[in-house]
């Protein structure tokens, strides 16, 4: 499978850059926060407006690092889990839902690709999270979810930049579609311009996109 092959392929994923603690020092710098919140509430009001998300339902955020979409989806729905496998960006997410008298959010200190998950969730989500740019991440998304997925990541070809290296090589959105496509799953594409702050300071706005996949009747 192509994306299977990039992934295997991307550097960063497979390096010791791309653990725990890589993501600890990322969270005492800025607190794991995003640029921006207009793309949390454009899936955030598809969502709702789609009635895949309402007063009783329980979401699963991988990798939230600081809480950015715990805090937004917190308020309209029944429970949010804020799962990481940074201890730090789990802390970082504890403590603003704290300050923002969020209750109703569990936390769970894990790594995906070794989680053993027995039960559904209504809504599983992934946004900007490196340990799902693979199938198998996917498909196993798709597996403990109920009623949707979504799945937030680049919407551009970037094999062979070097210039972002924890977006390089296997995160275009074109994988999970082609994907999703072939294994016969109904899914709307939202696309999303984000504004990335880059290395040298600079902002680069680059084309992102969010995949909300449906599993009702599936």
Same mark, same amino acid.
């Given at each position: 499978?192509?994306?299977?092959? %990039? @992934?295997? +392929? *991307? !550097?960063f994923y497979q390096s010791d850059t791309n653990k725990a603690d890589y993501w600890d020092k990322l969270a005492q710098i800025d607190g794991g926060g995003l640029a921006g919140t207009g793309h949390i509430e454009l899936i955030r009001d598809y969502l709702i407006h789609n009635k895949f998300l309402g %007063?009783? $339902?329980?979401?699963?955020?991988? !990798? =939230?690092? !600081? !809480?950015d979409y715990v805090t937004a989806f917190a308020p309209e729905c029944g429970h949010v889990t804020a799962m990481d496998y940074s201890a730090l960006m789990l802390d970082a997410c504890r403590k603003r839902c704290e300050d923002l008298g969020i209750d109703n959010v569990s936390y769970l200190y894990a790594d995906f690709?070794?989680?053993?998950?027995?039960?559904k969730y209504d809504c599983v989500m992934s946004c900007l999270n490196p340990a799902t740019y693979n199938p198998c991440a996917l498909n +196993?998304?798709?597996?403990? *979810? +109920? #009623? =949707?997925?979504?799945?937030?990541?680049?919407?551009? *070809?970037?094999?062979? $930049?070097?210039?972002e290296p924890?977006? #390089?090589?296997c995160n275009s959105? #074109? @994988?999970?579609q082609e994907y999703l496509k072939k294994n016969g799953y109904t899914f709307r594409k939202l696309p999303y311009l984000y504004s990335y702050h880059m290395p040298d300071g600079t902002n680069r706005d680059i084309p992102f996109a969010f995949l909300a996949i449906s599993l009702i009747n599936c």
């Open positions: 499978m192509e994306w299977q092959e %990039a @992934y295997e +392929k *991307a !550097g %007063a009783d $339902s329980h979401v699963l955020d991988i !990798g =939230c690092g !600081g !809480g690709d070794e989680l053993q998950i027995d039960h +196993k998304m798709l597996l403990i *979810a +109920k #009623r =949707c997925v979504v799945y937030f990541t680049m919407d551009i *070809a970037i094999e062979g $930049s070097e210039k924890i977006y #390089r090589g959105v #074109r @994988y999970a």
